[in-house]
């Protein structure tokens, strides 16, 4: 059993930064993808970024050239550095972690980040 916990949440003026940080129970050099997941109130759950175990990452549309995925293995976390935050990325975001061959996924419990002037 993997365990996740995201923290870094907040509220956030337009325009500003947050990085969410997601530590899992378990190496994450096993993992064979790590990302970021977002739900806000009404939609259905998005990925915002993806980070596969050769190191290469992916973006959704709405976040490309503001959201950075990153991750420290020795520390076991992954990161999402968000810039340029704007009123529709808020949202919970959620840590998702998958592993085995059998892809099994775990979920963090999410961390509310809220855009407001």
């Known amino acids: 059993q993997v365990q996740l916990v995201e923290s870094g949440g907040g509220l956030v003026q337009p325009g500003g930064s947050l990085r969410l940080s997601c530590a899992a129970s378990?190496?994450?050099?096993?993992?064979?993808?790590m990302g970021w997941y977002r739900q806000a109130p009404g939609k259905q759950r998005e990925l915002v970024a993806q980070i596969v175990s050769g190191g290469s990452s992916t973006y959704g549309d709405s976040v490309k050239g503001r959201f950075t995925i990153s991750r420290d293995s020795a520390a076991n976390t992954v990161y999402l550095q968000m810039n340029n935050l704007k009123l529709e990325d808020t949202a919970v975001y959620y840590c998702k972690m998958s592993v085995g061959l059998m892809w099994r996924d775990y979920w963090g419990q999410g961390t509310q980040v809220t855009v407001s002037s």
């Open positions: 378990a190496s994450i050099l096993g993992a064979n993808t």
